[in-house]
């Protein structure tokens, strides 16, 4: 990537640095996070990004090391969240093999190293534009990264929408300074995607069992029929309606009802919806119910 392409990419991280800081203060200080960004892929390959800490981002994109999950439209990879080294599994095949590895090894950029390898990522589609939402713990010495982040995925999905809330002014005003991205390398560019597509469509990119939703009373965890009564019921169905949809009997719905009212401790339709839209950027979004 051409120095001018990168500091032009990099503009908006640097202007509005104070603001993007502001903005990650409580998630830095609450947590163990300690580095954020925000990407946004449109379909003519280009991009506009955010980054808490822009220099080990220079170093990569000054080695051609840009995304590894891209195509000339956008993402390639389910829209839902990856712990980053799973993306290094999912990509690392045949001849896209040298990208990801390279992306992944950061080469004389140690920062770059720790931000890529201690990272989780979400994404999501849209009909303009993909966005990546990408954080890390870099230094922290967290024993098991995986089980940390599982344990605060609400709190991270939450800060998604809060950055874009509070940033949607700076956000607004990097559009004026799309880059174009360099596709991973690879002899046949269709290759990622057609290898990707088959490989997502596999059984087990949705073998989710539990369901996590904070509660006053702590954490609960919800099966995979309990989540998919309470999505239907958020949707306003009665309880025949979603009998209907998901082949049960009436009061078969009624028991799962009463299963999941215990478990949040809410009454009305109104509560349990409440509760419904903490997991719902991962259900709608990201994850496809069998």
């Known amino acids: 990537m051409e120095n001018s392409h990168i500091e032009k990419h990099l503009y908006c991280s640097i202007k509005f640095n104070d603001e993007l800081k502001e903005i990650c203060n409580s998630l830095f200080s609450n947590t163990e996070i300690k580095y954020f960004s925000y990407n946004r892929y449109y379909r003519n390959q280009k991009w506009i990004g955010f980054y808490t800490d822009p220099a080990p981002v220079r170093i990569a994109l000054q080695n051609n090391l840009g995304p590894v999950f891209v195509n000339k439209t956008g993402i390639v990879l389910e829209p839902g969240i990856y712990f980053h080294n799973d993306v290094k599994e999912l990509l690392g095949q045949g001849e ?100 990707n597509d088959k490989l997502m ?18 954490d609960q965890y919800l099966s995979l029929q309990e989540l998919k009564v309470l999505r239907l019921l958020s949707f306003a169905c009665t309880q025949n309606e979603i009998a209907q949809e998901l082949s049960l009997r009436p009061k078969t719905i009624e028991s799962y009802l009463e299963n999941v009212k215990n478990k949040l401790g809410a009454l009305s339709k109104k509560e349990l919806s409440s509760y419904y839209q903490q997991i719902a950027f991962l259900v709608d979004d990201g994850l496809a119910l069998p």
């Open 96 to 195: 896209q093999q040298e990208s990801v590895d390279k992306f992944f090894a950061q080469e004389h950029n140690p920062r770059g190293f720790k931000i890529v390898n201690r990272g989780l990522l979400i994404l999501k589609n849209g009909s303009d534009y993909d966005e990546s939402f990408y954080f890390s713990l870099l230094d922290n010495e967290v024993p098991l990264p995986r089980l940390y982040y599982h344990q605060n995925i609400n709190q991270i999905k939450n800060f998604c929408f809060y950055f874009l809330a509070k940033g949607k002014k700076f956000v607004s005003e990097a559009q004026k300074y799309q880059t174009g991205y360099d596709l991973p390398l690879s002899k046949s560019p269709n290759m990622l995607l057609e290898k």
């Open 201 to 218: 469509r596999e059984p087990f990119s949705c073998l989710v069992k539990k369901f996590c939703i904070s509660t006053p009373h702590g």
